[in-house]
């Protein structure tokens, strides 16, 4: 895995979620934008499980906490869909925190409820693994 791979992946990934968005819009239910970006995730050819259980270990134990992360794409990159009115920090500790569980390099959130996804609608996040992978 290289620097140049994920930040491919992460472009694909936005460029659907810009697909979705100018679509449908905002408004809708995150369920209604997340059915919709596995679909055009699926189009892309781009891998992903959904809705998958994340993994908590407390002193050695494993917990069943039901914390699900939205899209795990290519098993490399936490993908965090909202539709809210504002991203608060929480959200930006929920997608750094299942990087850190997950051993994602990378992670986005995308927030559908804007008028510009581009602009206003994503944020990319990166873990110290990402920092050491090779560039190419």
Do not use: W
Not at 50 to 73: A, W
């Amino acid at each position: 895995m290289t620097k140049k791979y994920l930040t491919d992946l992460t472009y694909s990934v936005i460029g659907a979620a810009i697909e979705v968005h100018k679509s449908l819009g905002p408004g809708l239910l995150e369920s209604a934008y997340q059915k919709c970006m596995k679909q055009e995730l699926f189009l892309r050819k781009i891998n992903y499980p959904s809705e998958l259980l994340v993994p908590i270990y407390y002193k050695g134990i494993s917990i069943d906490t039901e914390l699900r992360c939205d899209i795990f794409v290519e098993n490399c990159l936490v993908v965090e869909l909202k539709a809210i009115e504002a991203v608060a920090p929480v959200h930006d500790a929920q997608v750094l925190t299942y990087m850190k569980l997950l051993n994602a390099p990378k992670g986005i959130l995308i927030n559908f409820n804007c008028v510009n996804l581009f602009k206003e609608g994503q944020k990319t996040f990166v873990s110290e693994s990402f920092r050491g992978l090779p560039d190419e």
